[in-house]
């Protein structure tokens, strides 16, 4: 295993020679799960398997019992392209207690990170969410939570 450096971003990422990387932040995980606290349900699902793109959705558990359909936010997490995903504890919370405190179903995109897969991936990933999004407008996408529960019009 390689060991020399090639490039480093102190306190947040190394790579090396050989091309392997290091995140130094950003690489704690929480799975999907019913919050106790907020009341919020989330799961985890493959948007585009070709691309990797991936989400976690977030709904009030109420409205998984309920006709409600609520305004959707789709939420793309921080880290500077390079750290950090959806299923990271702070982004996981975070949007736990705005599903809640909103009243809204939330899509946390995960797109791929650089310097494995350099911009503008994310971009494209991101682009790929959204119209995956938008393929609930009409109540039959691929998302059962989202046809019966989101409200795109809002």
Same mark, same amino acid.
């Given at each position: ?6 490039y =480093?971003?102190? *306190? ?5 020679k050989?091309g392997?990387v $290091?995140?130094?932040?950003?690489? /704690?995980?929480?799975?999907? *799960?019913?919050?106790?606290k ?16 991936s989400?976690? !959705? ?7 019992? *309920?006709? !409600?359909?609520?305004? #959707? !936010? ?8 390079i750290?950090?995903? /959806? ?13 809640? =405190?909103?009243?809204? @179903?939330? @899509? ?19 682009? #790929? /969410? !959204?119209?995956?999004?938008? *393929?609930?407008? /009409?109540?039959?996408?691929? $998302? ?11």
């Amino acid at each position: 295993m390689e060991t020399e450096v090639a490039y =480093e971003l102190p *306190s947040v990422l190394r790579v090396y020679k050989d091309g392997r990387v $290091e995140r130094l932040r950003g690489t /704690a995980t929480v799975p999907p *799960s019913l919050d106790d606290k907020t009341g919020v349900q989330s799961k985890d699902l493959a948007i585009s398997p070709d691309s990797a793109v991936s989400a976690r !959705l977030y709904i009030p558990r109420a409205a998984l019992g *309920s006709p !409600l359909r609520l305004p #959707i !936010l789709v939420y793309f997490h921080g880290g500077r392209f390079i750290n950090y995903s /959806a299923w990271s504890p702070t982004y996981h919370n975070y949007l736990n207690t705005l599903v809640a =405190e909103a009243n809204v @179903v939330a @899509v946390s995109v995960d797109y791929r990170r650089a310097p494995e897969h350099p911009l503008p991936v994310a971009y494209d990933d991101s682009w #790929i /969410a !959204l119209k995956w999004v938008a *393929s609930h407008s /009409a109540g039959n996408g691929p $998302e059962e939570w989202l046809n019966s529960h989101a409200n795109l019009e809002k």
